[in-house]
Structures are given as C-alpha cells and as structure tokens.
C-alpha cells in the first residue's frame, strides 16, 4: 500500500486520512502527484505514497463529502485537483487534534517504565 522507507507500513495505514486532509487544508487545492512529492518532501523521503494507497483514499474520502475535486485542462492533459469542503476543513480539524492527543499519550505510554509488581 505504502512504500515506506524508515517506518513500519502498519503505522502509517491509520494515518493517511489525516495526511490527506492536513495538507489540503494547508494548501487549499492540490493534485495527486502534489500530495506525493509533498509527503516525501516533508517526510524527509522517508514516507513515499504510492498510486494504489493515495487515490483510493482521495475517491473514499470525496465519497464521504470530505474533498470536492476539479479537472482542469494543462495543455493537452487533465489535471484533477482535491480540495476540502466544509465538512472536510472541519473534520481536518478534528482528525489532527485526536492524532495528536493520540501520539501524547503513546509518547507517555511507551516512556514510562511499567510497574513492577
């Protein structure tokens, strides 16, 4: 699904969604290949999407009313750029505070020493 260079695929799976909607709320409107070199970018390549993980995500979460999407004519090819809707900058919002309320608390989970009975 992903290529991934430094993490393991199974941490990324649950977090796609979240990309996804970060960076369009960043960025108003952007086209496949955008998002892809942007996660690598960002990622330091340490994050590669590939076709088959980020456009069933972008048709599933436009199906959910999250993305609105626009095909525009460059030269001779069309270029399909996503965009959130209003539901979607709210649900960006949302996503991103319960990711990082997740990450706190695996950063508190997994640095403390358990207790010895």
Not at 94 to 104: A, D, M, P, Q, S
């Amino acid at each position: 699904m992903y290529y991934c260079l430094m993490y393991r695929n199974e941490w990324l799976k649950g977090s796609l969604k979240t990309i996804i909607l970060k960076l369009l709320s960043d960025n108003s409107r952007m086209y496949g290949y955008e998002i892809t070199r942007m996660v690598e970018d960002l990622s330091e390549n340490n994050i590669q999407l590939t076709e088959g993980a980020l456009y069933p995500a972008l048709h599933k979460l436009e199906s959910q009313g999250l993305l609105r999407s626009e095909k525009v004519n460059i030269g001779k090819r069309v270029r399909k750029y996503y965009s959130l809707t209003t539901k979607g900058q709210a649900e960006a919002s949302k996503n991103l505070e319960e990711y990082f309320g997740f990450v706190r608390t695996m950063i508190v989970l997994l640095s403390n020493k358990p207790a010895t009975t």
